[in-house]
């Protein structure tokens, strides 16, 4: 035992409870651990009443993506991020596009990954021509303790740092990774708690929360996403909720983006997204009073590029994940001179 507990982490964002058993205070579970035992997340284990962090030490991706892959529009358009992950998630979303990862704790005994200092990952990071760090593909609250050291460096070397989260986070977490997190996306995933009972093993109403105390109380530049699934979230009644939600929770400039469904883990049996629901959510989302919405995951349409909110001119032209033209002034308008939300524009 003397052995496992030298090579292993310690945890943060925890606390001792009766006895042996330790309080995880990372996410909205709040699990209370027993000595010997694992959380709800599968890669946090007490150890002697001590929290460990099994997946520190398993770098499992490690890619320079463009940051509008994330997806981010209004931060650093058209930079580069170096994008990392561990494996493990809080949630156990049966549509998964990273399963293999993401849910590697609740399929197999061993964790995968290899071992990559933050020196290491800042310097790559660097190497590859990158303005940030994105924590993302798994969920980064679980690897929080990889992220937090990479991400204080990063910022000693001029390099930015941005979630991709399922929103789960607890709020002291969020008060942790503030002083060093620039941006995050948190997938809005539905509205209902039906729907993220049935199909993320998880709670809708802490993500809500997490959204407002982050667009409320911080300065992290944040972006929605809402994947739609095919008879699943995609009634009129529950995208308006969701938009509604961001204009008067948020804010009209946090933008959303609506992505289009592929079939994927355990739910390949279900047909892509049609282009015209998406739209539908597109023009409800802007019925809502939503500047900035976009259409993911749909290669070509005109709500991959970014307009003004207040005169209509094209501001950021894209193709994909490519930027073809940014036509942006110092945060403003050419033609009118309206104010545009965003990070590093």
Not at 45 to 50: A, F, H, L, T
């Amino acid at each position: 035992m003397e052995d496992e507990q030298k090579q292993l982490k310690k945890a943060i964002l925890w606390e001792p409870a009766d006895g042996k058993k330790v309080h995880c205070l990372l996410c909205h579970w709040k699990c209370v651990i027993a000595e010997g035992t694992i959380g709800r997340c599968h890669v946090r284990r007490n150890i002697d009443g001590i929290l460990y962090s099994l997946n520190y030490d398993k770098l499992c991706a490690a890619n320079a993506d463009p940051i509008e892959k994330k997806p981010l529009f209004h931060f650093q358009p058209g930079s580069r991020s170096f994008s990392i992950a561990a494996p493990g998630c809080n949630f156990q979303c049966i549509f998964c596009q990273n399963w293999q990862i993401s849910q590697m704790p609740y399929q197999q005994d061993i964790l995968d990954g290899r071992e990559c200092s933050p020196e290491k990952i800042v310097e790559a990071a660097l190497q590859s021509g990158c303005q940030s760090i994105a924590y993302t593909y798994t969920e980064p609250t679980i690897f929080i303790e990889l992220c937090s050291e990479t991400a204080e460096l990063a910022r000693k070397n001029s390099l930015k740092n941005v979630f991709v989260s399922n929103g789960f986070m607890s709020i002291e977490a969020v008060d942790f990774v503030k002083p060093w997190l620039d941006g995050i996306n948190i997938d809005l995933k539905a509205f209902t708690e039906d729907y993220y009972r049935s199909l993320c093993k998880a709670r809708l109403a802490p993500v809500l929360d997490t959204i407002r105390y982050i667009a409320q109380k911080t300065d992290i530049w944040l972006e929605i996403t809402t994947l739609i699934v095919p008879g699943e979230n995609d009634s009129d009644e529950e995208l308006r909720s969701i938009a509604e939600f961001i204009a008067k929770e948020a804010s009209v400039d946090v933008p959303w983006h609506v992505s289009r469904f592929y079939p994927q883990y355990k739910m390949d049996d279900t047909q892509p997204t049609e282009a015209k629901a998406l739209e539908r959510a597109y023009d409800i989302g802007r019925q809502a009073g939503l500047r900035y919405v976009y259409i993911g995951n749909l290669p070509g349409g005109r709500a991959e590029s970014t307009f003004c909110h207040s005169c209509g001119a094209l501001l950021i032209e894209r193709q994909g994940y490519q930027i073809q033209n940014n036509f942006i002034e110092d945060y403003r308008c050419p033609k009118c001179g309206a104010e545009i939300a965003g990070f590093g524009l």
